[in-house]
């Protein structure tokens, strides 16, 4: 394609610039976009699309790609949960009614050795400050803080840039001057792969009601591998809440890796459930009297999940 080709590609196809963009690590990023339209409305915890064209190129080390014919003028999108950094450069709660852009915490997928190979990352991760891309006029999605009572107790429990959408509900409980407890953990790999650690220590030092617990399951020097499920069995995170998960008034949020979740299935014929293996946090909170939202049995209850893959 040629330059020309491209700078018109983009003109007609883009609406949002890229103001900032913050690198945690190679693999790691926290983005802020600004649209070229009003912020649309929205609450947090919900998404909205962010997409590049093929023309883009891809940062080096990841899958190589092959494009169908004709595939190289179109755009690849994909959700994005906005995140929020909570709190200003002053170190005071975000003011998010006086900015005009977006949060997005986003990984690398370098490779997916076993479905369609990786298009939208390896090109989010060569963009610049001040480039152009694409995204959604719609930001939607039922994962929200809709059905949280005042003193109920948060907990949310997230894998990786799962905890995108969590931030920006835990800025929004705070803002709220939520009263009951809000317990926050992030499982990732190593230590370098927690994107907002600094803010949740000192989010702890502010407010008595939160707190937050950050799993490194292959950071050198750990001798066991602690998963959030583990953290529920071994009694951990009731240790750190102070008190038994209650289910009569804990709601219980899981965003990320589907295995953690856990999501189960139910036969038609003779409504058994079945949960996955893995066993994943839904089974565990299930057998303790909790109840997962399930949108095809119509069932709202207080675990609630966003799977991202
Ligand atoms: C509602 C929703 C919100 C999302 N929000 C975020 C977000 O805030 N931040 C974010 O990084 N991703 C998020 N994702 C995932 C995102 O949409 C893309 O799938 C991801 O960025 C990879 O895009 P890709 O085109 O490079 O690869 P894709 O073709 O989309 O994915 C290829 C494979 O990569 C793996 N994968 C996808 N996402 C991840 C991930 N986050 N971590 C590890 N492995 C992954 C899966 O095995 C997947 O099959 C969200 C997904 C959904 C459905």
């Known amino acids: 394609m040629t330059a020309e080709e491209i700078r018109e590609l983009r003109q007609r196809r883009y609406n949002a610039t890229v103001i900032s963009l913050q690198r945690i690590n190679p693999d790691l990023m ?22 590049l064209g093929y023309w883009e190129p891809r940062v080096a080390g990841c899958q190589a790609e092959t494009l169908a014919p004709g595939e190289e003028t179109k ?17 005071e709660l975000l003011r998010i009614e006086e900015t005009d852009w977006l949060e997005f915490y986003i990984v690398l997928v370098r490779e997916n050795p076993d479905g369609r190979v990786p298009a939208l990352t390896p090109r989010l991760f060569a963009l610049q400050e001040g480039d152009r891309l694409q995204m959604g006029e719609r930001i939607t999605g039922h994962y929200t803080l ?5 003193t109920d107790t948060v907990i949310f429990l997230s894998t990786g840039t799962g905890e995108a959408p969590h931030n920006y509900m835990t800025w929004e409980l705070l803002r709220r001057r939520h009263p009951g407890r809000i317990v926050s953990v992030c499982c990732v790999r190593y230590l370098r792969d927690l994107g907002y650690s600094a803010i949740h220590h000192e989010l702890m030092k502010r407010y008595s009601n939160y707190t937050y617990l950050a799993l490194a399951t292959r950071e050198p020097g750990i001798t066991q591998k602690v998963y959030i499920q583990d953290l529920i069995t071994s009694g951990a995170l ?3 809440l102070g008190h038994p998960l209650d289910p009569a008034n804990t709601h219980v949020f899981l965003c990320g890796n589907p295995k953690m979740i856990g999501v189960p299935t139910r036969d038609k014929q003779t409504g058994t459930t079945t949960y996955p293996s893995p066993t994943g946090v839904i089974e565990i909170l299930e057998a303790r009297g909790f109840q997962a939202d399930v949108a095809a049995w119509k069932r709202k209850g207080n675990i609630h999940f966003e799977e991202y893959w």
């Not at 926290?30 to 997409?51: A, N």
């Not at 755009?75 to 170190?91: E, N």
């Not at 809709?146 to 005042?150: C, G, K, Q």
């Open 75 to 91: 755009v690849v999108r994909r959700a994005y949960s906005i995140s929020c950094s909570i709190l200003d450069a002053t170190g």
């Open 30 to 51: 926290i983005l802020r976009v600004k649209p070229d339209f009003p912020r649309p409305p929205h609450q947090p915890g919900q998404y909205c699309t962010l997409g």
């Open 146 to 150: 809709e059905p949280v009572r005042p």
């Open 238 to 240: 009731e240790e750190r």
